[in-house]
T-cell receptor, first 114, second 113 residues
Framework: KAGVTQTPRYLIKTRGQQVTLSCSPISGHRSVSWYQQTPGQGLQFLFE???????NKGNFPGRFSGRQFSNSRSEMNVSTLELGDSALYLC?????????????FGPGTRLLVL | EDKVVQSPLSLVVHEGDTVTLNCSYEVTNFRSLLWYKQEKKAPTFLFML????IEKKSGRLSSILDKKELFSILNITATQTGDSAVYLC?????????????FGKGTTLSVSS
């Protein structure tokens, strides 16, 4: 079974631009969560999608948004990029996002904002 | 504010040593505590703990949760160079739907041969 895939793997943008990252969950998984990982703050939860609906949201500004498609693939978008948005963005999938289910992480997208 | 604190932040040991990693938490309506290992990019799942005092084991790794004192430990016995990684502790609060996790900043373990 293929794991969680994320594209692109690396990205360089400049301040003020916007970026879209993609995540394909494991086949059959319907819950997709997004996390931001930085050396200073560690891993922080961004949001979770299930059945095309955002079910939960972390404490990030509105510049961070996402969506999920009917095939469970998910995208996240960051508008008006800031230097502090440079990070590793990880997505994780699970069957239904229920308590007790394991989340499987993708390899991440490394975003560098110049 | 919910938080998860891991200690030590980094650790250097020799092959064969036993290490104990610590994780303490302050979370509203605790639901579960998870341990992950992150070597290069993707964190890989190790354990999920929900009940106090019950040890989970997998080979040389084991973990236990103390819900009264709000902490967990991850033990690794007979360490190998392949155990070198960042170990992440995460807590799932019960008042959040889905899979939202609050992570600690991790413990970086380096095992030298």
């Amino acid at each position: 079974k293929a794991g969680v895939t994320q594209t692109p793997r690396y990205l360089i943008k400049t301040r003020g631009q916007q970026v879209t990252l993609s995540c394909s969950p494991i086949s059959g998984h319907r819950s997709v969560s997004w996390y931001q990982q930085t050396p200073g703050q560690g891993l922080q939860f961004l949001f979770e999608y299930f059945s095309e609906t955002q079910r939960n949201k972390g404490n990030f500004p509105g510049r961070f948004s996402g969506r999920q498609f009917s095939n469970s693939r998910s995208e996240m978008n960051v508008s008006t990029l800031e230097l502090g948005d440079s990070a590793l963005y990880l997505c994780a999938s699970s069957l239904r996002g229920y308590f007790g289910e394991t989340q499987y992480f993708g390899p991440g997208t490394r975003l560098l904002v110049l | 504010e919910d938080k998860v604190v891991q200690s030590p932040l980094s650790l250097v040991v020799h092959e064969g040593d036993t290490v104990t990693l610590n994780c303490s938490y302050e979370v509203t309506n605790f639901r579960s505590l998870l341990w992950y290992k992150q070597e290069k990019k993707a964190p890989t799942f190790l354990f999920m703990l929900t009940s106090s005092g019950i040890e989970k084991k997998s080979g040389r790794l084991s973990s236990i949760l103390d819900k009264k004192e709000l902490f967990s430990i991850l033990n690794i016995t007979a360490t190998q160079t392949g155990d070198s990684a960042v170990y992440l502790c995460a807590v799932g609060p019960a008042n959040q739907a889905g899979t939202a996790l609050i992570f600690g900043k991790g413990t970086t373990l380096s095992v030298s041969s």
